[in-house]
């Protein structure tokens, strides 16, 4: 499961609590290593159980499950205020990544008026390495923010089309207003870990008995679409959430403390999240991406038609994606808000003094924007330890604790060639390794030529690749909140491989064309230093 990937997906519209930041931070995970894997005896329960006391009796626990294996869990309470109520929420994640523990806590505060709309709110995530914490106070439709972490603090105001919502306190809005089957309704959600706000569409369903902390509870069936995703929640009469469902596999669901907090299985049986997450494509195999300079691919499963899809050495027509060697760009008429990609943002601060040291450490005396792109790929890509973590990836955090995955990597990457001069913005997407495409994000930066003309190049300072090669398939561009782009294809993509063509002095492998000679080659070739973490090697 890192800030706008990293991004981790709070809260939207509806009953969906503690859901959608799972599903995020699970989305993160799989960035950060590619290789998420959920232990059934991993829970601690001195760790994971403190700081909790100021729960009451009518607190609401739930755990929180993917694929049946419990990776956390969470616990949430509404308190009476002078003028409103204040509805807290605490949660607890920790999954095995590539043999090692990595945990997330998550806390959620709002403060709503009698009809539990919006005043304010605090949001925090700790991935171990120090809190980041992001208040927002509503004043009429301005939303004044606060992002703090160990390396300081930033505000800014946004003015929005109409009062948001958080997931803390949807349902009980939607309850207080009336919850009847057959209701449509799209409503406005701001997302505190990755800073949108945008609308969600929301259906409630039929009224059911789920069977919730050990006994029966009517609550409606509401499904809610938000980013192309859609899930599931049971929410009772007075707005709580018994059952959150998500089509990822991931299930929340309420239970008694006890159980919300233990275990009930000891033992070795693993839930390898990094399958489920993967997607192996029909056809040739590729040995080597950085081997070829075209690759034509058939994705289903998914509405990739976006033009932000296109351009970078990558072109979209309906489902067919097809991708040519990065080298071989040639400048075009620059867009017109090239600037934009210049500016800071809450979680890439290119005007730090910190971050436009190390830019200028990076790239020395030197001049020309390719080889500075080149340089500064280089650089993050040894600046950092390869770690798997689960994070929002602020890029001054990143230089601060120096460690992290393909988020880290590319938002410490972009800050920094912002603060060189170099427009630059995240991407998101797929990458091939070891037999199949994964969950990935890098940075591309754009290199001027002519005056009024340049080119994107896609850059990955996390397999210290320049330029990346012809797997890296873009499924979006832009800030945190993209993280999102690629959690509606999870599970049900498809991927057939419908050409590729090796770079000049090697043979073309054509799909459909018969092979010449299938004798095992008896040298050794050189193989990428590259897993399914993107930098370890494969497990034996």
Avoid at 462 to 469: E, G, K, R, S, V
Wanted: hydrophobic letters at 40%; a neutral charge.
């Amino acid at each position: 499961m890192a800030t706008g990937p990293a991004l981790l997906h709070l809260f939207r519209p509806i009953p969906r609590t503690f859901a959608r930041t799972a599903s995020v931070l699970i989305v993160l995970a799989w960035g950060a290593q590619m290789a998420l894997l959920v232990k059934r005896a991993y829970l601690e329960a001195p760790t994971l159980a403190a700081d909790l006391s100021r729960y009451g009796a009518g607190a609401q626990w739930k755990g929180v499950y993917y694929h049946g294996e419990k990776i956390g869990y969470s616990v949430g309470q509404t308190q009476a205020t002078a003028d409103g109520f204040e509805l807290q929420e605490d949660g607890r994640l920790q999954m095995m990544m590539l043999g090692s523990s990595s945990a997330a806590q998550l806390r959620t505060v709002a403060r709503v008026d009698k009809a539990f709309k919006l005043r304010s709110f605090d949001f925090s995530l700790d991935p171990g390495s120090g809190p980041i914490e992001i208040r927002g106070v509503l004043e009429g439709l301005r939303l004044d923010l606060t992002i703090k972490t160990r390396s300081g603090s930033r505000s800014e105001s946004r003015m929005l089309s109409e009062p948001p919502n958080l997931s803390l306190n949807l349902p009980r809005r939607l309850a207080a207003e009336g919850l009847e089957a057959g209701q449509h309704r799209v409503v406005s959600a701001f997302d505190p870990a990755t800073l949108k706000n945008a609308p969600m569409e929301l259906s409630v369903e039929a009224r059911e008995v789920v069977w919730a902390a050990g006994r029966p509870v009517p609550a409606f069936r509401v499904k809610m679409t938000f980013s192309g995703l859609t899930t599931t929640s049971w929410i009772t009469e007075v707005g709580e959430v018994v059952r959150e469902e998500s089509p990822m596999g991931l299930i929340v669901i309420r239970e008694s403390r006890e159980r919300a907090t233990a275990l009930a299985v000891p033992g070795d049986l693993q839930v390898d999240m990094l399958r489920t997450a993967a997607i192996t494509p029909k056809g040739p195999r590729i040995d080597d991406g950085v081997n070829f300079e075209r690759l034509k691919l058939r994705l289903e499963g998914g509405d990739f038609a976006a033009a932000e899809l296109q351009g970078a050495g990558q072109s979209v027509v309906g489902d067919v994606f097809e991708i040519r060697d990065r080298a071989t760009l040639t400048p075009s008429p620059a867009e017109a808000n090239l600037a934009r990609f210049l500016l800071a943002e809450p979680f890439l601060e290119s005007d730090a003094p910190e971050i436009q040291a190390e830019a200028k450490k990076a790239v020395g005396d030197e001049r020309d924007p390719h080889k500075q792109a080149e340089k500064l790929t280089r650089y993050v890509a040894a600046l950092l330890e390869k770690k798997p973590t689960v994070s929002l990836p602020s890029a001054l955090e990143v230089l601060r604790t120096r460690v992290g995955d393909c988020n880290e990597h590319t938002a410490l990457y972009v800050a920094m060639a912002r603060a060189a001069g170099l427009p630059a913005r995240v991407v998101v997407g797929l990458v091939y390794l070891h037999g199949a495409f994964y969950y990935h994000a890098w940075p591309e930066v754009f290199i001027e030529g002519p005056p009024g003309r340049g080119y994107w190049l896609p850059a990955d300072p996390t397999l210290n690749q320049f330029p990346a090669d012809v797997t890296h398939v873009a499924l979006g561009r832009g800030g945190l909140e993209r993280q999102a782009a690629i959690l509606p294809i999870l599970g049900r993509a498809q991927i057939t491989i419908l050409e590729l063509q090796k770079r000049a002095g090697t043979t073309p492998i054509l799909v459909g064309r018969p092979s010449r000679d299938n004798r095992p080659i008896e040298i050794a070739l050189p193989q990428r230093d590259g897993s399914l973490s993107c930098w370890s090697r494969p497990p034996e």
